[in-house]
């Protein structure tokens, strides 16, 4: 998870390294529940002396596997292939599934730091970070980050360090 350390830079260190809140798989661990009791159900209750019974139960397996892979699995992989990583000089944005997408916002460009919290995030120990950066792309939302408040306070110590010139973080 996080960036190898090959791809850090002289003098560069991890800070923090994670994943999207778990919270986004909620939903798709429900949809999973969801699609495994009524497949089960339905391949049940196809009755055994219809004479395409086999292709019925053929049909309800391949819509139930669509389903699972569509619903739960793919989520499941957003939020697995999805990390944020702090060090020292930027931070650092890894999605993509099959493709890669990397966005580095470099600490000495941002301009300021905040959270946002609704009360069901604030339960979960999760939020929305804003980080507003002096490129064009302006101010970037990352929601479900977890653990908000530290976060936001690392980032932000460590864009005061960028700012004063202490970029080792110490």
């Not at 002289?10 to 919270?23: N, T």
């Not at 798709?28 to 699609?35: E, Q, T």
């Not at 049909?59 to 619903?71: E, I, P």
């Not at 980080?131 to 302006?138: D, L, N, W, Y």
């Amino acid at each position: 998870m996080g960036l190898p350390d090959h791809h850090l830079t002289q003098g560069e260190r991890v800070v923090h390294s994670f994943h999207p809140h778990w919270k986004r798989l909620i939903v798709p661990f429900l949809a999973l529940l969801l699609v495994v009791v009524a497949s089960s159900a339905a391949i049940y209750f196809i009755p055994g002396d219809f004479e395409y019974a086999w292709l019925a139960r053929i049909t309800v397996a391949v819509v139930a596997v669509v389903a699972l892979t569509l619903f739960s699995f793919v989520p499941y992989l957003r939020w697995k292939t999805t990390s944020y990583t702090l060090t020292t000089h930027r931070f650092n944005i890894s999605t993509g599934i099959l493709n890669k997408s990397d966005d580095d916002i470099p600490l000495a460009k941002v301009n300021s730091v905040s959270s946002d919290q609704t009360l069901l995030e604030r339960l979960f120990g999760c939020g929305t970070l804003k980080v507003e950066s002096a490129s064009e792309r302006g101010e970037i939302l990352y929601r479900d980050i977890p653990k908000i408040q530290t976060v936001r306070t690392e980032l932000f110590r460590l864009v005061e360090d960028a700012s004063d010139g202490n970029i080792d973080g110490k």
